[in-house]
């Protein structure tokens, strides 16, 4: 059993709107997760994603899939 804790960050094009995301890439290696949680409520809900849906996600923001959301 692992104790790794979460290494939050957010992104720096973070403008502190209030309307950001934390992950914790840092549990890739050992559990194969990217967890990810609400800036504004740390003690919150942890969505945990697979590194391949989170790094296919990450590649669409940077394709410009979501803009019209």
């Not at 790794?4 to 934390?22: A, D, I, R």
Request: hydrophobic share 40%; charged share 15%; proline share 6%.
């Amino acid at each position: 059993m692992t104790t790794e804790t979460p290494c939050w960050f957010k992104s720096s094009y973070s403008n502190n709107g209030g309307n950001c995301v934390e992950a914790a890439a840092n549990l890739v290696a050992s559990r194969g997760i990217v967890p990810v949680r609400d800036a504004k409520n740390p003690g919150g809900p942890v969505l945990g994603f697979s590194a391949g849906a989170f790094t296919s996600f990450i590649a669409g923001v940077k394709a410009g899939t979501f803009d019209a959301v």
